[in-house]
């Protein structure tokens, strides 16, 4: 169940709506004179067996006891959630951890104002000296407000209990740390200082790097992280891409792996460089990624692509970005047009990182990144460097390691296309490589055989399903997968939606439509909805949709509106059915949607869809 659901079984809503106006008995619902327009009788109806409410006359318009509220009161679904769980008695699971994180955000501002002035003063002479020598100007340490931590452990621990914050606080943002005989201690003690924001800036945690004097102590990483906290996840972050936003959607985005290599690239004028912290890429950085572009480099260093841990690394991303293909969801902009990513691999001169690359030739860098090679031609080469498949035992390693990377690009065109290239490599067939391990599809099955293909894995996200409506979330995940869709739902109303939780995700991507030609930033629905909105959405953004043509996937959608269309007006049909049982319309007001008229359109409803699915076993399908 969800939170709505939790909420709107303990609240009656004949209740919460006498609080606004008298209600009067008439049979199985009570009415009243409509609080929403003027009106001499009434034609304001509230259905206690249904638990919604409906006026009749001018508003024409009815819902739950939230659409009401948010209604009456002009409120925001989130408001309006937070109003009816004070009076149901319910604990909102998100406004704990909301504090815990707006503290832990506050900490790690004033933990990252206390390294900046420590790096200032005569104790980070040495740090400075070392930033210097990489060749950052302070313009830069500024811009990426670098600083230092103290080495002693407890000075910044003192300094933040003294501004009023617990040791507990401290501990859950990850600033100190407990120690097995129970000594509380600074993190981070003499590194160089990074702080981490995420792409909307909010200051999450830090990455801390040893200095040069320190290299040879084996007993600590060079780098450290801030812990996970409420604040911080650092699969969920992309170094720098807050400063990176705005050349990323205008240049396609370049991924390196550290922060300095980042940096670096900014002050040379790069500015659509960001750092993924490790070298694999996350479902979550992907999202990110795909909001703001569909050019992507992920720049590599020479000695490293022989590695194991960096071609799991490698295939791990190319999996993770077929996914969010395949399911055409949160990584796409709600009005970009990209149905496809570009991946490339940039592969730098044997010895030398992107710091190296950028100070010895700008230009150099430049020629690397637009000469990047396609991310699955870079991971044929180098398995195929790594398995022999000249030997039988190389061949069926590569065809391992390389039959689920193709198994997991959902468009059939390249899929062909890279299993033919496959049995080139292996100096066979295709018919005899199929006979061998079947057809990829991307539903993860082999065509011919009907069983799973040796080393596949499952890749597209499990579609993790709401409680409710299939009808709403197949029709809002293929408008948001599809924004070209836009067209064909022009007749689809807010009211259709029987959840309110997907009304409101459908009432943000309206209000997206209208704000995005002013508002930059409009593009993610994520950055709008409210928070007890997040989970709801998250999993309309992961649903894994059957792949469609343009065509179908515009009749697919007119259909989803219809069915929504005549399901809504049902619903009508069966309130105005209880109102005329016991309380005959009044000829003097404005008349209402006439019965007749309501079947009516469910019938032109039926009549269209029937007409669209004879063309569509037409066309094939």
């Known amino acids: 169940m969800t939170v709505v659901d939790d909420i709107k079984s303990r609240v009656d809503i004949l209740e919460v709506v006498s609080r606004y106006v008298p209600l009067q008995r008439s049979g199985r619902s009570n009415k009243a004179n409509c609080p929403f327009h003027q009106e001499k009788t009434p034609s304001f109806f509230v259905f ?36 009816l769980a004070q009076q149901a008695g319910v604990t909102l699971p998100n406004e704990q951890r909301r504090s815990q994180m707006q503290v832990a955000v506050a900490i790690n501002e004033s933990a990252r104002s206390y390294y900046q002035d420590y790096l200032a003063s005569s104790q980070g002479a040495g740090a400075r000296a070392y930033l210097d020598q990489r060749g950052l100007s302070r313009e830069t340490i500024e811009r990426f407000e670098l600083g230092l931590s103290p080495r002693d452990g407890e000075s910044l621990r003192d300094h933040l209990v003294r ?37 909307q800036g909010e ?122 293909v395949a399911g ?83 468009e059939p065109a390249q899929q062909d296309y890279y299993f033919q290239k496959l049995a ?66 022009e007749d689809l109303r807010p009211e259709y939606f029987q959840r309110m939780e997907n009304r409101e995700i459908y009432n943000q991507w309206v209000r997206v439509c ?13 950055g709008l909805v409210d928070e007890e909105l997040a989970q709801p959405l998250e999993a309309l953004l992961q649903k894994s949709l059957p792949p469609l043509d343009s065509q179908h996937r515009a009749d697919a959608m007119r259909d989803s509106v219809r069915l929504l269309e005549t399901r809504f007006l049902r619903e009508v049909k069966a ?8 309380a005959p319309p009044d000829l003097d007001e404005d008349p209402p949607l006439e019965v007749l008229e309501v079947n009516q359109r469910i019938k032109q409803n039926q009549s269209k869809r029937n007409s669209v699915l004879q063309d569509s076993t037409f066309r094939g399908n």
Not at 433 to 462: E, F, I, Y
């Open 575 to 582: 309130e105005e059915e209880i109102r005329f049982s016991e």
């Open 163 to 199: 501004q009023g914050y617990s040791t507990q606080q401290l501990n859950q943002a990850g600033i100190v740390r407990t120690s097995e005989n129970g000594w509380q201690h600074d993190m981070f003690r003499g590194r160089l200082m990074f702080p981490i924001r995420d792409g």
């Open 48 to 83: 206690p067996d249904r638990q919604t409410w409906r006026c009749f006359g001018a508003c024409a318009t009815g819902g739950d006891v939230f659409s009401f509220v948010m209604r009456a009161e002009n409120l925001e679904f989130g408001d309006a959630l937070k109003s």
């Open 424 to 489: 080139d490599l292996l100096g066979v067939t295709q018919e005899t490589l199929q006979a061998s391990v079947g057809r990829p599809t991307s539903a993860g099955r082999s065509r011919s055989r009907g069983t799973a293909s040796p080393g596949r894995q499952a890749t597209p996200s499990a579609f993790a399903r709401l409680e409710g409506d299939p009808l709403e979330e197949y029709c809002l995940a293929l408008l948001m997968s599809h924004p070209e869709l836009e067209e064909e739902v």
């Open 514 to 526: 209208q704000g995005r030609q002013d508002e930059a930033e409009s593009a993610s629905l994520r």
């Open 328 to 410: 055409r969801s949160q990584g796409t902009t709600l009005f970009q047009r990209q149905d496809m990513l570009n991946l490339k691999i940039a592969v730098l001169p044997e010895g030398m990182d992107p710091d190296d690359v950028i100070k010895k030739s700008p230009q150099e860098w430049t020629n690397l990144i637009e000469g990047g090679m396609p991310l699955m031609e870079y991971l044929f080469n180098a398995l195929s460097a790594q398995f022999d498949p000249t030997t039988p035992q190389g061949k069926t390693r590569l065809v391992e390691a390389m039959f689920p990377l193709i198994a997991a690009v959902p």
């Open 203 to 324: 200051l999450g945690g830090f990455g801390g790097r040893i200095l040069p004097v320190q290299e040879g102590d084996d007993s600590q990483p060079k780098y450290l992280n801030s812990a996970r906290s409420s604040s911080f996840d650092k699969g969920s972050i992309l170094y720098a891409l807050y400063l990176a936003k705005d050349a990323v959607r205008q240049q396609g985005i370049v991924i390196v792996e550290g922060y300095m290599d980042a940096i670096a690239a900014h002050q040379e004028g790069f500015t659509n460089v960001v750092a993924s912290m490790g070298t694999a890429l996350t479902e979550n950085q992907v999202a990110e990624i795909r909001r703001l572009t569909a050019d992507v480099t992920m720049a590599l260093d020479q000695d490293a692509a022989g590695q194991q841990a960096t071609l799991r690394s490698m295939e791990s991303s190319w999996r993770v970005f077929q996914s969010r």
